[in-house]
């Protein structure tokens, strides 16, 4: 199936590590050009040098989406570049899950800067560009989202937040021809895991058998970085040109809301 994505330029927060580090991959092996941005300027350095080697078109850009200036240099860099946006991806995020009674104002607004906020300037930050490409969005969100558990906060909340964001732009975008979408992701291998079976001093394959085990997810596994970037990617390609305002689930079943 042709995905049409060949030369468009798609921005990808937290494109230096596990989710985003595959979709950008994922996007340049589909001829997308690439910008990517992180705060670890090592670990940036090494995503965009790995998509350099595979023949890529794409510029790391070491930036902190929670600051505006940040974002304005991630925006200039590719626009300075390639002259053109054609997509964006939200995805650059951290878990952060507590008892509300055990949570401070400070968890509240720097999880709510990190997830919403920044998606919400990046969004006006490249609209000029994205409505001349008659672009897409995609917001990477949680099945918190949708069903939030007791202990999950900021971060559910944050995210049903996001799945708002969603559905209103794509019908304030529409007009423009811009598409607006939502992933929810349930547990998929990544960055943020291989720190955790680090820290527990697990191997790394035994955690993720523990995890999709324990989980009760119905495909009882949990998923590929791969399987993620797939989704995304489909969902940034002209085979889902009349897909918008939608939250799908990527999650191998685990969450109990369709
Ligand atoms: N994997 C899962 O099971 C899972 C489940 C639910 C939701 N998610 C969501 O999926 C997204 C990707 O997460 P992941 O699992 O791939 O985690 P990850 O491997 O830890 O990657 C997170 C990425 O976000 C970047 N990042 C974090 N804070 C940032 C900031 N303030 N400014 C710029 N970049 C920032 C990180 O780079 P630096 O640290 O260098 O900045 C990194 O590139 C996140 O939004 C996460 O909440 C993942």
Not at 43 to 55: C, M, Q, V
Not at 84 to 89: C, E, Q, W
Not at 187 to 199: F, H, Y
Request: proline share 2%.
């Amino acid at each position: 199936m042709e995905l049409g994505i060949e030369d468009k330029v798609v921005l990808v927060t937290g494109g230096s590590s596990g989710l985003g580090r595959a979709l950008c991959r994922t996007l340049a092996e589909e001829g997308a050009r690439v910008a990517l941005c992180g705060r670890d300027k090592d670990r940036l350095a090494a995503a965009e040098s790995e998509l350099k080697t595979s023949g890529a078109d794409a510029v790391g850009v070491v930036a902190d989406v929670t600051r505006a200036e940040d974002l304005n240099r991630f925006v200039n860099t590719a626009t300075q570049r390639w002259g053109r946006i054609d997509a964006i991806v939200n995805n650059a995020g951290r878990s952060a899950a507590k008892l509300v009674e055990e949570s401070c104002d400070l968890d509240w607004e720097d999880d709510i800067d990190l997830k919403l906020s920044s998606a919400v300037r990046l969004v006006r930050t490249a609209l000029p560009w994205l409505r001349e490409s008659r672009g897409s969005i995609v917001n990477v969100l949680a099945i918190g989202a949708k069903t939030p558990g007791a202990g999950s906060t900021p971060s559910s909340v944050s995210r049903a937040a996001g799945m708002a964001l969603t559905k209103a732009l794509s019908k304030e975008l529409g007009k423009d021809g811009i598409r607006v979408n939502a992933v929810l992701v349930g547990l998929i291998e990544s960055g943020q895991w291989e720190r955790r079976a680090a820290e527990s001093n697990v191997d790394l394959s035994s955690y993720y058998v523990a995890l999709g085990r324990d989980a009760g997810i119905p495909l009882e596994r949990v998923g590929k970085a791969e399987e993620f970037a797939d989704l995304v990617t489909l969902l940034l390609s002209e085979r889902t040109s009349y897909v918008t305002g939608t939250a799908i689930n990527i999650d191998g079943g685990l969450c109990d809301v369709v």
